[in-house]
């Protein structure tokens, strides 16, 4: 006998479902968090294992793209922090530029608003920070926060060599799933969520190569001192989507500011990051991603912050490409079309005029021969 439920039970239901997996995402965020980026990693490793495969033992071959990968990232991360090294040696000369521009700026109220000037380094203190205790507090965090993850990205590599070494044996555990003749569609929508993560990061990492050189250039025809590092800076963090940009450009503003005083090459420094937006936007990410991560900006918004809520910035990296694959898995079960319909792209046509036939067919047959 069919039991039949009420629709506010089933709706409660789902409801503590997706309460219970929020928790269980938080919960267990230390382990899950480099799990997804290592399976991040493996799908973009997938097609260079797969070429080396040929000539070497599997084995071998995982290896030499996981080195390859480290080699990068650690020149990367050398310059990076050369850079940095450098740029906290100026924090007390900058804290000297600065406490310069607050007194300027007390006369100018003084004598045109007649507003007496407040003690210095109480207004510094209680208005803008220390920037010399600031900049060590930061850097003993960042110090901090690298050693506690350095054990995790230990972690990540290995991950990595586990689902690419054993990538024929997991898709042999999902078969264990489902019948014989379902395995097909499944492995469908597998390869698909595979272009789709393929395309996005490779497509992600000629994009931050190309806004670096972008930035860096407009950066150095303004004699900005850290050009490069600013550059690379700000390009990086457009991993993170819309706010990512703005984070990078706002740092170069201010040290532009602090050591000429002038508001017009500050703003000028957010104009150039602006335009190098506009041309990422609008030109270089569709050009080089293309429609394979075809998500409206709503959409990538909303995930973007349920993102930052549950894993902080870990999860606003991860949150555009976990909604790239939701979105490959909504598209191919037939209940679950609609969000993934939600979730497009509104320039997409094909699959609009795909659902929109569906529902039209629905209708016809619902009315039946006139």
């Not at 506690?148 to 078969?175: E, K, N, W």
């Not at 930052?308 to 939701?326: D, N, T, V």
Request: glycine share 8%; charged share 10%.
């Amino acid at each position: 006998m069919e039991i039949k439920l009420p629709s506010y039970f089933k709706y409660t239901v789902i409801l503590l479902g997706l309460f219970l997996l929020l928790h269980f995402l938080q919960t267990f965020s230390p382990v899950l968090i480099p799990i997804c980026f290592a399976a991040l990693f493996a799908l973009l490793l997938l097609p260079m294992a797969r070429g080396l495969e040929k000539r070497l033992p599997r084995a071998v071959s995982i290896v030499i793209s996981l080195v390859v990968v480290i080699l990068v990232l650690g020149m990367l991360i050398w310059f990076l922090s050369s850079q940095i090294a450098n740029f906290s040696s100026e924090l007390t000369e900058i804290n000297s530029k600065l406490s310069m521009l607050i007194a300027k700026f007390q006369a100018f109220l003084y004598d045109r608003f007649g507003i007496k000037p407040t003690n210095k380094t109480e207004f510094l203190q209680k208005a803008l920070g220390n920037v010399t205790q600031t900049g060590t507090a930061f850097l003993g965090s960042t110090i901090s926060l690298t050693t506690g993850a350095l054990t995790v990205l230990s972690l990540i590599p290995i991950y990595v060599f586990c689902m690419l070494y054993y990538r024929d044996h997991l898709r042999q555990f999902m078969f264990q799933f489902i019948t014989k003749d379902r395995r097909e569609p499944l492995m469908e929508t597998v390869d698909n969520i595979q272009r789709v993560v393929q395309g996005y990061l490779s497509g992600l990492l000629i994009v931050i190569a190309v806004v670096s050189v972008l930035n860096s250039i407009g950066l150095m025809i303004m004699g900005v001192e850290y050009a490069i590092f600013f550059g690379v800076m700000a390009a990086i963090l457009t991993v993170i989507p819309y706010i990512g940009i703005l984070i990078g450009a706002l740092f170069p503003a201010l040290f532009v500011f602090v050591n000429t005083g002038s508001a017009g090459q500050m703003l000028i420094v957010i104009g150039i990051f602006a335009f190098v937006q506009f041309l990422e936007g609008n030109f270089i990410t569709p050009f080089v991603v293309g429609s394979k991560v075809s998500i409206n900006p709503f959409a990538a918004i909303v995930a973007l912050i349920l993102g930052g809520e549950i894993w902080g910035a870990p999860g606003m990296i991860l949150s555009i490409p976990i909604i790239a694959i939701l979105k490959v898995i909504f598209d191919a079960y037939e209940p679950l079309q609609p969000f993934g319909f939600l979730l497009n792209d509104i320039n997409q046509g094909p699959a609009e005029n795909r659902l929109l036939k569906r529902l039209k067919s629905r209708r016809n047959q619902v009315k039946g021969p006139v």
